[in-house]
């Protein structure tokens, strides 16, 4: 288990774990919901349609 907090390098706080302080795992918040992180997904195909994609043909 790792004890240093991925944002800053300062040791790891229980009440914050993984991070270090609620400033820290606020910054990690912020970076995924601007787009800064992103999982990847699997390309759709033509048996997996877009929930947009309506059928029309």
Same mark, same amino acid.
């Given at each position: 288990? #790792? $004890? ?7 040791? *790891? ?7 270090? #302080? ?5 910054? =990690?918040?912020?970076?995924?919901? $601007?787009?800064?992180? *992103? *999982?990847?997904?699997? =390309? %759709? =195909? %033509? %048996?997996?349609? #877009? #929930? $947009? =994609?309506?059928?029309? %043909?």
């Amino acid at each position: 288990m #790792s $004890t240093a907090c991925p944002i800053c390098g300062k040791p *790891v706080v229980a009440a914050f774990r993984p991070f270090c #302080s609620k400033r820290c795992a606020d910054l =990690d918040l912020q970076r995924w919901f $601007t787009g800064r992180y *992103v *999982v990847p997904g699997a =390309d %759709e =195909d %033509e %048996e997996n349609p #877009s #929930s $947009t =994609d309506f059928g029309a %043909e």
